[in-house]
């Protein structure tokens, strides 16, 4: 319960730190398009609210099957959507992690990002009709080296159960006519979700 407060506390800083910044992302989608117009902003008020947010017990929207690898070991393993909350300054992706089975496994893995980082920013949300993916946020530290060394994402825990963890990614906002959306991780399934547009 402390690690994932951690990593819920360090995306909400995510956030914030984007919208005081004024970075905005255009993350690269399947084709090569930008994904996000340059004037997009991020909200931190709102994105932050809803990351920080104790969450509800949310239905298991669709689940992807998939494996991760940890220290040259696969491990079975299932992502299951929560949520794609949509609002027009940003979009919140609620999803949890877990084991294939009732085995604990581990999962620390540079496979959805790139060595070093073992967070999930190669977590894409892809609108079918414009073939656009969507990827959360990421934005240079003010202390760091130049490298976009942080996101607006959750970091991969070291293990997961039967039981998993929940995880976040702030992508930009989506178009309004989307309804419907693929998500992908690299090494799962991919799955569809309708998109949630309500004021909560």
């Known amino acids: 319960m402390r690690r994932h407060r951690m990593l819920v506390l360090a995306s909400a800083a995510t956030v914030a730190a984007l919208a ?11 084709t090569g398009t930008p994904t996000a117009a340059a004037d997009s902003e991020l909200s931190s008020k709102e994105a932050a609210a809803k990351v920080m947010a104790t969450p509800k017990p949310l239905p298991v929207l669709a689940t992807a099957k998939g494996t991760l690898e940890a220290n040259g070991t696969a491990s079975p393993v299932v992502a299951e959507v929560l949520r794609i909350h949509a609002t027009a300054t940003s979009t919140v992706v609620t999803w949890r992690l ?12 540079f496979q959805l990002a790139y060595p070093p980082l073992m ?25 760091g080296n130049g490298d976009d060394l942080a996101c607006a994402c959750s970091t991969l825990p070291d ?15 989506l178009p309004a006519s ?17 998109v949630d547009r309500s004021a909560h």
């Open 98 to 109: 877990k084991s294939a089975s009732d085995a604990k496994v581990r999962t620390a893995s």
């Open 159 to 173: 293990y997961v159960d039967a039981t998993g963890e929940v995880m976040y990614g702030v992508v930009p906002p």
């Open 119 to 143: 967070d999930t920013r190669l977590l894409g949300i892809v609108d079918a009709a414009t073939h656009t993916t969507y990827r959360p946020y990421t934005y240079v530290p003010a202390q």
């Open 20 to 30: 005081l910044c004024g970075c905005t992302a255009a993350s690269p989608s399947s």
């Open 178 to 194: 989307v309804t419907k959306a693929d998500v992908t991780l690299p090494g799962f399934s991919t799955v569809t979700v309708a």
